[in-house]
């Protein structure tokens, strides 16, 4: 079965740093593409980040670009998502999710939630001010 699990999050003052984990199981790395998602309160989930685990291409949200960095580890099955500079706005859930990149061979953007059949179950970032 995939599992992808989250980790890194918690409680960060504004302007610090963190760096958000997900490993993921079950299949195999490179053949799939992994994005972080964030929900927060009230508001819909939105794609932040994507990362192809073949090529490693990146997508950002427009609004990130510049303060978070997405990255892998094939040899840990691991995708990294570091965001800098944290603040108020980017309190929420975030949620790392894989597709197979066969799938994403039409695709130019790739943060949309339709898009990923597998979730983790997500890590709350708080960032006080």
């Known amino acids: 079965d995939v599992q992808l699990v989250e980790s890194g999050g918690g409680l960060v003052q504004a302007g610090k740093s963190l760096r958000l984990s997900c490993t993921a199981s079950?299949?195999?790395?490179?053949?799939?593409?992994i994005a972080w998602f964030r929900q927060a309160p009230g508001k819909n989930r939105e794609g932040v980040a994507y990362?192809?685990?073949?090529?490693?291409?990146?997508q950002y949200l427009d609004s990130v670009k510049g303060r978070f960095t997405i990255s892998k580890d094939n040899a840990k099955n691991t995708v990294y998502l570091q965001i800098q500079g944290l603040e108020a706005e980017d309190t929420a859930v975030y949620y790392c999710?894989?597709?197979?990149?066969?799938?994403?061979?039409?695709?130019?953007?790739?943060?949309?939630?339709?898009?990923?059949?597998?979730w983790g179950q997500g890590t709350q970032v708080t960032v006080s001010s």
């Open positions: 990362i192809n685990n073949y090529d490693g291409r990146t």
């Open positions: 079950g299949f195999i790395f490179d053949t799939y593409a």
């Open positions: 999710a894989a597709a197979q990149l066969i799938h994403l061979s039409l695709v130019t953007q790739y943060l949309y939630t339709h898009l990923y059949g597998h």
